[in-house]
T-cell receptor
Framework: EDQVTQSPEALRLQEGESSSLNCSYT??????LFWYRQDPGKGPEFLFT???AGEEKEKERLKATLTKKESFLHITAPKPEDSATYLC???????????FGSGTKLNVKP | NAGVTQTPKFRVLKTGQSMTLLCAQD?????MYWYRQDPGMGLRLIHY???????AKGEVPDGYNVSRLKKQNFLLGLESAAPSQTSVYFC???????????????FGPGTRLTVT
């Protein structure tokens, strides 16, 4: 069964304290892995797509990496404005469907 | 471009009432999706459409119906609302390329529905 698990559920960081969020997945043939950011009361906002193991993508303080079983979202020297819920989703080859994890709620304190 | 828009933003229904949620996108995307988001459960796919006039069931389709009469619009209907359908509903769209699948989804702002 296709499944996506994100950890931790919540993460508190001090401004400037780097860390990583984890997304582990089980899917029958990965077409793509997606990272989104969601602010309270808003829809998810697309961040990255990763297609194959070893691939990396960067955007400002965020870097996403992918292995055959998991993806990491590395946050370097975070700022309070990075506080949000980060969602991971996978798409399998067989279906036109996306499977989402339940997210990691990040709180960055000044 | 407005991207993906949803109407209404908020709605309160009584058990047994019906309503339709409207999603519109101006990006000429082929694929459209309806999700519900509940605390601790992430986004769950209700129904989706791979093109005008086509729809398919997702993970949690019971109690919902959809229609895609125009490429830019995707409607979600609740025929007889139940308290279990209290949730935040998100619409999304994505483009695709033949043989390469779909790409990232773009989400609307959501509709917060409460069924009492």
């Amino acid at each position: 069964e296709d499944q996506v698990t994100q950890s931790p559920e919540a993460l508190r960081l001090q401004e400037g304290e780097s860390s990583s969020l984890n997304c582990s997945y089980t899917v029958s043939g990965l077409r793509g892995l997606f990272w989104y950011r969601q602010d309270p009361g808003k829809g998810p906002e697309f961040l990255f797509t990763l297609y194959s193991a070893g691939e990396e993508k960067e955007k400002e303080r965020l870097k996403a990496t992918l292995t055959k079983k998991e993806s990491f979202l590395h946050i370097t020297a975070p700022k309070p404005e990075d506080s949000a819920t980060y969602l991971c989703a996978v798409q399998a080859y067989n279906f036109n469907k996306f499977y989402f994890g339940s997210g990691t709620k990040l709180n960055v304190k000044p | 471009n407005a991207g993906v828009t949803q109407t209404p933003k908020f709605r309160v229904l009584k058990t047994g009432q019906s309503m339709t949620l409207l999603c519109a996108q101006d990006m000429n995307h082929e694929y459209m999706y309806w999700y519900r988001q509940d605390p601790g459960m992430g986004l769950r796919l209700i129904h989706y459409s791979v093109g005008e006039g086509t729809t398919a069931k997702g993970e949690v389709p019971d109690g919902y119906n959809v229609s895609r009469l125009k490429k830019q619009n995707f409607l979600l209907g609740l025929e007889s609302a139940a308290p279990s359908q209290t949730s935040v509903y998100f619409c999304a769209s994505s483009y695709s390329m033949p043989g390469q699948g779909t790409y990232e989804q773009y989400f609307g702002p959501g509709t917060r529905l409460t069924v009492t």
